[in-house]
């Protein structure tokens, strides 16, 4: 995926108000020096920020709790203010005062809207009561912010209680728990994946590998940058080197010696998990954002050429989805073909457009019934046109008919190049309907027909805007609804134009 950049700073401070029992760093205040020292060099990267014409995103992601300090604020309410700066952040146990620490930050001219906090529940040091109004507090004060804990067993219970009682637009995540002796058991994994759709994102050995992961860069106190948070390896100090050379240097295939990526910050900015697209502009916050409604292509998006229905990894997918969103289709494919190759997930499905425009459907979910369902038939003239191109080409004619009404006509060819001559013929098709040409194939739909268009007569009907809806799409059907969507995906084998015009790449 094409993830926006993203610098994680790690400062000298490495004491906690918290005392948790596996934590090297608990319970420690540090002295007035250290303190002063760490605040000298955040400074110092904050400055460096400024005249470095960065653009993206910066995340606090100390060993300590850098948030009871109020320097901390101030330093992200600065960066906060930097154009080029789209979000900040910090991993915090979220002990602090909220309100007074937002006074502080609102003060410095921080920007509510750009702040994303990391928020770790521990249950040795906090009650679900106390950490369930901290929470009520950041959503009251407009913040975005995700929370999670560690996935050990024996604390199950206690996170399906803080599931059942935290606000369900707040992401939960789960990290497994190193040090275990053992594997999770099936139930355990069961258990914890209901808690966390993306729990086996964590329990998944994602190899390392250098190229994935070129848009971030960890920067330690002393201004020495590193691919990730994992691996040690240097490729410059950010105070004697350009963002975009470090950048570019982390993109190397030396850059990274680690096996594994072996937790959320080093897998999380990896350009190859498609899972975490809605986590989309800037993963490493752990904060996702759904739209209303997605609208999927079937052919070469979500089932590959070679299958006959959906895979049962990429059900998995869409039943995860499906929890958060309205699941539509946006499909070449007549509604019936359609609905079988979606098989598995078919009673998630609430419709969509289908033949390329010249069918659109809105239906219940989980239902037979149809809320709303109408064809545009293709002109008159049309018809008797192609039977006469028949005459002199060689193609096979598919219809797509709704009881008398004709809204599909696709025109297969046994050629790999079709004749310039015959393509200047069909192209007098296009005053009376929608001509599209793709490698043999000729699809031709009703005047105005198109899957942009049967998005936008749906999203008419739902009373909702372009804005809250993403399209994923893969071919040159797609082109218009991918270019015209605000959040656009092209799915992993996408042709080049696809590409060139989606938010999000997926490889």
């Known amino acids: 995926m094409n993830a926006k950049k993203h610098i994680f700073y790690r400062g000298s401070l490495s004491f906690c108000n918290y005392s948790c029992s596996y934590c090297p760093f608990s319970k420690g205040k540090g002295s007035e020096r250290q303190l002063q020292q760490d605040r000298e060099e955040l400074t110092r990267f904050v400055d460096q920020l400024k005249v470095s014409e960065f653009r993206g995103a910066v995340q606090i992601v ?3 709790e850098a948030l009871i300090h109020d320097y901390y604020w101030e330093a992200l309410a600065c960066m906060s203010r930097i154009p080029g700066v789209e979000a900040v952040g910090a991993q915090t146990n979220l002990s602090f005062p909220v309100e007074r620490m937002l006074s502080i930050y609102r003060e410095a001219g ?21 950490f369930l109004m901290t929470c009520a507090a950041l959503g009251q004060e407009g913040v975005s912010f995700c929370v999670g804990s560690v996935g050990v067993p024996g604390n199950i219970s206690l996170l399906q209680e803080l599931r059942s009682k935290l606000d369900s637009s707040v992401y939960l995540w789960i990290n497994k728990m190193d040090g275990l002796g053992r594997n999770y058991t099936e139930k355990e994994v069961e258990e914890l994946c209901e808690i966390d759709e993306y729990f086996e994102l964590e329990l998944q050995h994602h190899k390392a590998d250098a190229k994935k992961c070129n848009t971030a860069i960890f920067v330690d106190s002393r201004g020495e940058c590193h691919p990730c948070n ?63 409604a997605i609208f ?51 009673s998630l499905v609430s419709g969509g457009v289908f033949a390329g425009g010249g069918r659109v459907r809105i239906q219940m979910k989980e239902s037979e019934m149809v809320f709303w369902d109408r064809v545009a038939s293709i002109h008159e003239e049309v018809m008797p046109f192609v039977e006469r191109l028949r005459s002199t080409y060689v193609f096979r004619i598919h ?40 490698d043999n194939k000729v699809e031709l739909t009703a005047k105005g027909a198109s899957k942009l268009a049967g998005i936008q007569r749906i999203c008419e009907k739902l009373t909702m805007s372009l804005d809250d809806i993403a399209v994923f799409g893969n071919s040159e059907a797609d082109l218009e ?23 999000i790449v997926l490889e």
């Open 62 to 64: 100390p060993y300590g």
């Open 399 to 438: 219809t797509y008919k709704r009881g008398q009404k004709l809204y599909k006509i696709v025109l297969n060819f046994w050629v790999d190049e079709l004749p310039k001559q015959m393509l200047k013929d069909i192209g007098k098709l296009r005053k009376v309907c929608h001509v599209m040409i793709e």
């Open 230 to 292: 994992m691996c040690r390896n240097s490729v410059g100090n950010i105070y004697d080197t350009s963002l975009k050379r470090l950048f570019r240097e982390c993109g190397k295939r030396k850059a990274c010696k680690k096996k594994e990526c072996e937790c959320y910050l080093a897998y999380g900015n990896r350009r190859d998990l498609e899972e975490l697209v809605f986590f989309q502009p800037y993963p490493a916050f752990r904060i996702p954002v759904y739209k209303k």
């Open 481 to 503: 609804m991918i270019r015209e969507v605000p959040f656009s995906v092209a799915a992993a084998g996408s042709c080049k134009a696809v590409k060139e015009v989606a938010k």
């Open 110 to 130: 921080g920007k509510v809207e750009k702040l994303r906090l990391w928020g770790t529940f521990h249950p040795e040091m906090v009650s679900i009561e106390q």
């Open 296 to 346: 999927f292509d079937v052919d070469g998006t979500l089932v590959a050429e070679e299958e006959k229905e959906l895979s049962e990894k990429k059900a998995a997918w869409i039943r995860k989805l499906a929890m958060h969103s309205d699941i539509y289709l946006a499909t070449s494919l007549p509604y019936e073909d359609a609905m079988r190759k979606m098989k598995p997930v078919a």
